[in-house]
Nanobody
Framework: QVQLVESGGGLVQPGGSLRLSCAASGFTFSTYVMSWYRQAPGKERELVATINIGGDSTSYADSVKGRFTIARDNAKNTVHLQMDNLRPEGPAVYYC???????????WGQGTQVTVSS
């Protein structure tokens, strides 16, 4: 049974930091590209950050470059998103996703909510 379980969300003040984690199980984690997406109420889901299967190549949305860092641990089947210098925004749900290059499969977690507000 495939599972992606996010954790680490919450309420944080502008300028603060949060570290999101995603624990994966039920598939061969090291063969999947991992990404974080976010979705605010009434808006489309947007790609935040992606990391390749080896963990040595990353990409970020322009809005988070220099502030967010994605990293993975293939030995522990986890992917993290370190978010620093958070900007004041309304609530958004952050989703962990996995994409299998061979089988062209997508897996999604249930999300964790992040709110940046004073």
């Amino acid at each position: 049974q495939v599972q992606l379980v996010e954790s680490g969300g919450g309420l944080v003040q502008p300028g603060g930091s949060l570290r999101l984690s995603c624990a994966a199980s039920g598939f061969t984690f090291s063969t999947y590209v991992m990404s974080w997406y976010r979705q605010a109420p009434g808006k489309e889901r947007e790609l935040v950050a992606t990391i390749n299967i080896g963990g040595d190549s990353t990409s970020y949305a322009d809005s988070v470059k220099g502030r967010f860092t994605i990293a993975r641990d293939n030995a522990k089947n986890t992917v993290h998103l370190q978010m620093d210098n958070l900007r004041p925004e309304g609530p958004a749900v952050y989703y962990c996703s996995a994409y299998g290059l061979v089988l062209k499969q997508w897996f999604w977690g249930q999300g964790t909510q992040v709110t940046v507000s004073s």
